[in-house]
């Protein structure tokens, strides 16, 4: 009895349980456990976990959390959905507990069995988010007058990109670099900066699938996307979740990932009005008939679990529609992807792509509708000047067409696409006159300007 009574103090502190009891005098992110073991015996244990929503609403949660080693295991659970691999375990909430609202919470239990150590599991997650129990500072809500709280649920129309209120909007936004090394620029400070300074619509979310990215942790990077969904969720942004495939070139090689990496994503997000999919980064080096093939197999598994949602296929020769191989717009309207409420991306980088692709993009305009999710100012290595008079063309262009569009990148890279100085992310400023590049100059006064978005 000794030790149990022990082993529930350390679980006490560990969980920050005392820091959770004080007043809430704001709304708080996150999420509180408090796992009690309620009964031991020799080889096996029973213990229940209550877990406290502190955050946003959620329609859907998983519980996730590591026992010390593979060789403790769940035998039986209770008012979840249990798996187990290895040390990690999720449950997940069931028809009677899936809505948390704030301030809610489920009650959940299982009988374990355990082979020596200690049976205290760690490292509590509630949709990614780790179980700190501890108050931060309340997202700010979205307050009518942002891009979600104004557009809600999009859809496609015709060509366009369409609002609650059946009316074309643009949405004008950035993407975040590689999320595997930029990391951490992607924080409160520098998402507040891009909401409210420069009034950005959206933030794209480039998941590399390979380069260290996705396939290295599959539910690391999961969780780190639907985190920054949240984040964008809180300050009325709408979340480009980008499947950022780039070398290989054939979305096919990472078919099976990108059908279990949608069909997370989208169950854990079938609820919000603010997520968009992006299926395939840039293809390259393969037949737009592959691309199709692959996008008619993702979407089904994206429809399955998020019905509404709108979803973006990449094109031919690095998004460029085929131009970039000699083709154009013209082998997608003759051979469209068999899905509705679908975009097709276009990208492009100011310095190397001028009007030959304007001419394919005006063009095909009038018959598929397009996405810009992602172009850079500079050339296509990401690098070299800033081409601003090309830049201006483009962006012009896309704002007669309405199309939308997200800029390469939120980032302080070292190299001339990105927006923020290199070193900006090693502190808390992303508002002060100085940290913006060149491009970033650039984009934030096209970018915040005045949206008008149609509500009648
Ligand atoms: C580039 C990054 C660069 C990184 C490289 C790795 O800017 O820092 O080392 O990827 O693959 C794209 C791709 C995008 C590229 C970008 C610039 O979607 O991943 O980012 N670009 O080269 N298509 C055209 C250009």
Known sequence: MKRLLALLATCATVLGLTAAAGPQAAAATGCKVEYSVTGQWAGGFQAGVKVTNLGTPVTGWTLGFAMPDAGQRITQGWNATWSQSGPTVSAVGVDWNRTLATGAAADLGFTGSFTGGNPRPTAFTLNGVACTGSLEEPPPAPADGTPVGVNGQ?????????????????????????????????????????????????????????????????????????????QAEARGMYALIDFHTLTPGDPNYNLDRAKTFFASVAARNAGKKNVIYEIANEPNGVSWSAIKNYAEQVIPVIRAADPDAVVIVGTRGWSSLGVSDGSDGSEVVNNPVNATNLMYAFHFYAASHKDAYRAAVSRAASQLPLFVTEFGTVSATGGGEMDRASTTSWLDLLDQLGISYANWTYSDAPESSAALRPGTCDGGDYSGSGVLTESGALLKNRISTADNFPTG
């Open 154 to 230: 999009l859809h496609v129309c015709g060509v366009h990109l369409c609002n609650q209120y059946d009316r074309p909007v643009q949405l004008r936004g950035m993407s975040t670099h590689g999320v595997q090394w930029f990391g951490t620029c992607y924080n409160a400070a520098s998402l507040d900066a891009l909401a409210r300074d420069w009034k950005s619509d959206l933030l794209r979310i480039a998941m590399y699938v390979q380069e260290d990215g996705y396939e290295t942790d599959p539910a690391g990077f999961t969780s780190r996307v639907n985190g920054l969904v949240d």
